[in-house]
């Protein structure tokens, strides 16, 4: 498991981006790129600009269902959502980024809802070592995007539905206006997150747990029927 700061000039020279979208349907890695910050933030406002198939406004990537079955291992099990929650989140990130829509946002933290939601199911078979300090990464983000998406129910539901609602003529332009400035502030804010070594740093870890997840004889034993009606009976 990598460590933010444990080899800065490591994570400075394999800076490592992946961003999904859909052709036809189904995920597609558009880059997996080894630079520096400065190269991955300017690749990632190119292809902002330039890509023909990054999610529009309107379909911003939702959660998809995972295929799960009782034969199978919970390692295996909590791998397949784990590895359908990473595209879930990644496949909004460009749209984030560019701004495009509150919805990427939405999604983004819908996402992080679903990874706590796994990590709390399969709290029993989790790593001792690598989840606490993800749980504190996962924190991090999900606390910085939900103060993003607490002033765009604001500004987008809320304002418009007290004002139409009012019957004086009370002037609501300092508030928006507030709230405006306040949500460009934190939009830069996000940016230089989901650009930045502790992101990912977050995003390999998982990758890599995901990835190695039930690899063991002993991990390989017990199946998931049985693992669901233990924690159901608890």
């Given at each position: 498991?990598?460590?933010?700061?444990?080899?800065?000039?490591?994570?400075?020279?394999?800076?490592?981006?992946?961003?999904?979208?859909?052709?036809?349907g189904e995920p597609v890695l558009i880059a997996a790129?080894?630079?520096?910050?400065?190269?991955?933030?300017?690749?990632?406002r190119?292809?902002?600009?330039?890509?023909?198939?990054?999610?529009?406004?309107?379909n911003a990537s939702k959660g998809q269902l995972v295929e799960l079955h009782s034969a199978m291992?919970?390692?295996?099990?909590?791998?397949?959502?784990?590895?359908e929650i990473l595209r879930h989140l990644q496949s909004n990130v460009p749209g984030i980024l560019a701004g495009?829509?509150?919805?990427?946002?939405?999604?983004?933290?819908v996402s992080l809802r679903r990874l706590r939601s796994a990590q709390k199911t399969?709290?029993?078979?989790?790593?001792?070592?690598?989840?606490p300090i993800t749980t504190v990464e996962i924190k991090w983000l999900a606390t910085l995007l939900g103060k993003a998406r607490d002033l765009d129910v604001m500004l987008w539901e809320t304002l418009p539905t007290i004002k139409t609602a009012s019957s004086d003529a009370t002037d609501f332009s300092p508030v928006e206006k507030a709230a405006q400035q306040r949500r460009k502030r934190l939009q830069r804010q996000i940016g230089s997150a989901l650009t930045s070594d502790r992101y990912a740093t977050?995003?390999?870890?998982?990758?890599?747990?995901?990835k190695a997840?039930?690899?063991?004889?002993?991990?390989?034993?017990?199946?998931?029927?049985?693992?669901?009606?233990?924690?159901l009976n608890k």
């Open positions: 498991m990598l460590n933010v700061g444990e080899d800065e000039s490591m994570l400075a020279r394999v800076f490592v981006i992946f961003i999904a979208t859909y052709r036809n790129i080894n630079s520096t910050k400065e190269t991955c933030r300017e690749y990632m190119n292809t902002i600009e330039s890509e023909p198939d990054l999610p529009s406004a309107d291992t919970p390692h295996a099990a909590l791998r397949a959502i784990v590895t495009r829509d509150a919805e990427f946002l939405h999604q983004a933290r399969f709290e029993r078979i989790l790593p001792d070592t690598a989840w977050l995003l390999l870890n998982l990758q890599q747990w995901a997840a039930g690899t063991t004889p002993a991990q390989s034993s017990e199946k998931l029927l049985r693992f669901a009606r233990d924690s």
